[in-house]
């Protein structure tokens, strides 16, 4: 198999005359060894480069989603490059204050917002709720008969099915997220709103799902909505998150540019008179990160198959088991190498689910101690990790101009007793 194709790596990888990979000018087998494995490196400019080609290509607003990869450092870099952020838990908006995130820059989402976060957030002043269902309403209306009008987009089930994985699908009939736009119960809520003194009506919000590639599944969520958008009289229309990224072989993926332009082009053609916002999250951090893990044993089973085993494993990485998502795998030392040598790479966890890239290919010389590399890491990895079996969660480097910063440090011993009560 080819090497390693470079458009999955992040935009400032460079490969020396011995092959050895660096990101952001640092040399990924030296922050390897001075940090540790396993280790997310992000390249500080790509992630500075996306967001300003969402801004640019929403010029009405546009937010990052943090689900996707959510710290200190990336809530206030996305903040610096002029988008809004997106939170869905009560946590989520904790870190975005706490890295000095305006809260009204925030917006706050999700399908079962307690009592408590809704406080929160009014309390900090958050720009904008996305009321997910009636539940909600009445939670609002009881916590603001006496302040203010929260200002208000309406989540709506555009019944639009996205080409993704059955998992990532959100706009769909069957789904837990929104009010549907069949039966009048969106336009329902949509009166509920303006009529209450607890919010203040300012437009409608649909997701379709994520890690879609067709450019028109979005414009269909647009057509889907366009007319319920005049009738509402809706100032705001955003189309959620969801633009897919290339994660292997010969997977290919439109740009956030491709993305916006078709969105846009779809509202003028329709007459969309609202504003058009969005708020992805994977397309902005996915292809920005890589993973560096160090192998610590290779099985060879006769006849069978050869395993591969990092220091990592679901708990860094639990998109392959959940979703059965493909990676690629390279050597740090080696990075256009051939791979000639399919094998299994697994992690340390005690399940045999616990596969990071199920058919890979690597170098044949791949030997103990070498440094594998996972690229497009960036997005749903650091921000769905675990402490499973109790493996320490990995720290978070970003990379920039020749120096890296440690902007997640490795947990430690302590930090997994810290809440330990004891016997
Ligand atoms: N807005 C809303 C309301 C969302 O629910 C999501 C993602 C986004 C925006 C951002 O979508 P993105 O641009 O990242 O596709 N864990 C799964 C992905 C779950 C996405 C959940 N919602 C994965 O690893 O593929």
């Not at 494995?37 to 080609?53: I, N």
């Not at 989540?155 to 997220?177: C, E, I």
């Not at 916002?277 to 044993?297: F, L």
């Not at 970003?398 to 430690?412: C, I, K, N, Q």
Request: charged residues 20%; proline residues 4%.
């Amino acid at each position: 198999m080819t090497p390693i194709r470079r458009d999955l790596l992040p935009d400032t990888a460079t490969v020396d005359g011995s092959g050895r990979l660096a990101i952001g000018g640092c040399d990924v087998l030296d922050l390897a060894a001075e940090f540790g494995t396993p280790l997310f490196v992000y390249d500080e400019q790509h992630l500075r480069s996306r967001c300003r080609e969402a801004v640019a290509g929403f010029p009405d607003g546009v937010a990052y989603a943090t689900k996707a990869f959510l710290c200190g450092a990336m809530a206030h870099l996305a903040y610096e490059e002029g988008m809004d952020l997106d939170v869905a838990t009560g946590g989520e908006l904790q870190v975005a204050l706490h890295a000095e995130v305006p809260a009204d820059r925030l917006i706050f989402h999700g399908n079962n917002k307690s009592p408590l976060e809704l406080e929160m957030a009014l309390d900090a002043g958050v720009k904008r709720i996305v009321v997910d269902n009636s539940d909600e309403m009445d939670r609002l209306e009881a916590l603001r008969g006496r302040g203010p009008a929260v200002d208000v987009l309406i989540r709506v089930n555009p019944a639009v099915q996205a080409h993704t994985h059955h998992y990532l699908q959100t706009g769909v009939a069957d789904s837990k997220f929104g009010f549907a736009l069949a039966g009048g119960v969106a336009a329902a809520a949509v009166a509920r709103a303006r009529a209450s003194r607890a919010m203040r009506f300012i437009g409608i919000h649909a997701h379709i799902g994520s890690q879609v590639y067709a450019t028109s599944s979005f414009a269909k969520t647009i057509e889907a909505l366009a007319g319920f958008a005049a009738e509402s009289a809706a100032e705001e229309l955003s189309i959620g998150g969801g633009l897919g990224v290339a994660y292997v072989g010969d997977e290919r993926a439109p740009s956030l540019s491709d993305w916006a332009a078709t969105v846009r082009a779809a509202g003028e053609s329709l007459g969309v008179t609202a504003r058009i916002t969005a708020e992805p999250g994977r397309s902005i951090v996915a292809a920005a990160a890589v993973t560096a893990y160090r192998v610590g044993v290779i099985k060879r089973i006769a006849g069978i198959r050869t395993y591969v085993a990092v220091d990592g494993g679901m708990s860094d990485n639990p998109r392959p088991v959940l979703y059965g998502s493909g990676y690629e795998a390279f050597l740090g030392r080696s990075t256009d190498a051939e791979r000639e040598l399919p094998v299994r790479i697994v992690g340390k966890h005690c399940e045999s689910g616990d596969v990071i890239v199920a058919e890979a290919m690597i170098p044949e010389d791949t030997v103990v101690g070498d440094v594998l590399i996972t690229p497009v890491t960036g997005a749903y990895g650091h921000s769905m990790g675990s402490n499973y079996n109790m493996v320490l969660r990995p720290p978070v480097v970003f990379v920039r101009d020749g120096s890296a910063r440690l902007v997640v440090r490795r947990e430690t011993y302590s930090d997994l007793l810290a809440r330990d009560l004891g016997v």
